[in-house]
RNA sequence: GCGCCAGUAGCUCAGCUGGAUAGAGCAACAGCCUUCUAAGCUGUGGGUCAGAGGUUCGAGUCCUCUCUGGCGCACCA
């Protein structure tokens, strides 16, 4: 039997439609596209789920909120909807309790029904809106730090879970290879290259400092090395000002290219390695190459929102909310960073993303400001915070604990600083798993230590036993678990005992969840439910009257239910963490 | 000084667009392995949700103020 209430929503709205056509049909009153709230009851004996609309509604109809639940709850009785229900109830101030029938479950199920069937036929994939989702987008001047790391991790799962939720997201990450900073790089190789040929000469302050500038110009080194490095006459550079500058130019040139792509492959090795994987590398220094940004600071002046002042070209940001006004063009006529990024926004939208959601460092929410500011003077009323098209999500800080104490960030090798030490370290799954964990607002404490165990004590393992063990269970009793996927009209009567149902109905969350991620972006409540549904199996698996193999011999028809219930779980649990991105072994 | 983020159990944190008695893990204590994986389970203790006002049927959640911590306030990116 199929019902398409139930298999192409999910439960809590379909829910939500019962109960709202039925507080419509009693109270003529009530607005067309009203729509009945559905929470989960904080109890699962008191049901599965429950609405408060009743209290919602109190001072609009003007009625005490039980007597509006009555009304409803008697018209759900004696409605065609009344098979979904083993009970229909008001409890507290006015909510209306609602206890699933079994029944339900068979219109969920049909005979090819799996988790990804079931979330298939929930979430049709749009067309209808592009995203473009931006992360990571760090300089490519060094290795990716721990920050970058969590920015990644969590980017991507966020975007795992927006595709599964049938919605078009594009992942992309924004490559600065343009600006001081590059120069700066160059420079930094340069005075590398002169210490590397015995002068004791300091680095400058604007320069990268770390030890891997070293270890990268010797790989670089090691490719091809250029006649005017080969033929360095030191003493001649130490004596002559004006030569000693025209190496500093000619190599500064040389490497900067050259550095940048490599640290750029080394970045995207570190991320494939995190298994973190972007739809495109978009380089800055082709929108310089392609004048978008000359143009950029055209179209900006046309919007009469741009001044000239001390020789700069300022954009009037204070108009969107700004503390000041900000530099786009300097008074030496160079672009500034902002503009480019405008511009590379700009872009976003001509390419034609209706949304665009961005995760930036901590250190750079006070540049949200200015960048939707250039947006809405652009023309993109969506830009306003008010709405979603335009969001910028802010990734906060990682502090790294050992021994209970934070490891202070210094630029000393050994140090544990970058994202390629935590993957040398901490295998992936378990990385993974912490930084997703938490959401990204709040400062991360990472626990090396328990991030190493590999017990209980570790979460990340305790939901991937919690799946092994469901393996083992249909190994041990050499059972094919495809044929457990649909709960079997006799064995259904065995559910009926609160542990049993109550893991059912929680893994029967998951595609509410998905729908619920879609719309807040936080990825950590995957985790957090996952870990919960992991301790609901566990529960149930230690209960004397759930030992399955037992059961076969005892009472067959009951351990099909016991066996659907662990594939379901199994299914529910082995979808979740792919949408982390962490694998579920089979056995461990 | 201004802005952003945070303040929930000893520690690290959940708490879904305001909903019923505020939860989990770790740490502590007490039990449990002839049993499908003990990488586990059961039980106990632990709270002025930083503080004070306000909004309403109802506030950990929203508003205002205060306190504390982190970060940011460039013609750097």
Known sequence: MTNTLFSKNTIKKALSIIVSETAKDCFADLEADFQARIDYTPEFKLGQYASPAAMELAKFLKKPPREIAQTVCEAIKGSKYAEYFESVEIAGPGFLNLKLSVQVLQFLTSPDFSVQVYLDSIFTLKNEPRILFEFVSANPTGPLNIVSARAAVTGDAICRILKRGGLNVQKEYYVNDFGNQVSNLGLSFAYRVLQKNGWEIALPENCYQGEYILQVLNSLLESDSPDFIQNLDINSLKSNGEEFEKFLFKASEYFSVRAVDFLLETQQQDLFDFRVEFDRFFRESTLHEDEKVQQMAIKLAETGKVYEKDGATYFASTEYNDDKDRVIVRSDGRPTYLLADIAYHYDKIKRGFQKIIDIWGPDHHGYIARLRGALLALNF????????????????????????????????????????????????????????????????????????????????????????????????????????????????????????????????????????????????????????????????????????????????????????????????????????????????
């Open 381 to 588: 009323p969506e830009a306003d915070n008010t709405s979603q098209e335009f969001s910028v999500l802010i990734v906060q800080q990682v502090n790294l604990i050992e021994d209970g104490k934070p490891i202070v960030m210094s630029k000393r090798l050994g140090q544990f600083q970058t994202m390629k030490d935590l993957i040398e370290k901490i295998p992936v799954d378990a990385s993974r798993y912490f930084f997703i964990t938490r959401a990204m607002s709040t400062h991360l404490d990472f626990d090396l230590e328990l991030a190493l165990t590999q017990s209980s004590k570790n979460p990340v393992y305790y939901i991937q036993y919690a799946f092994a063990r469901i393996n083992s269970i249909f190994r041990e009793s050499s059972r094919d678990a495809d044929g457990y996927a649909v709960f079997s009209q006799d064995s259904m009567q065995y559910l009926n005992q609160n542990l049993r149902a109550e893991l059912v109905y929680f893994a029967l969350r998951f595609p509410e969840l998905i729908e619920d991620i879609c719309q807040s972006r936080e990825a950590h409540r995957m985790a957090t439910y996952l870990h919960e549904l992991a301790s609901l199996f566990t529960k149930f698996y230690h209960e004397d009257e759930n030992r399955i193999l037992k059961k076969i011999n005892e009472n067959p028809v009951e351990a099909d239910c016991l066996l659907s219930i662990c594939w379901l779980t199994a299914m529910t649990l082995e979808a979740g963490l792919d949408l982390l991105g962490i694998t579920a072994p089979r056995e461990m």
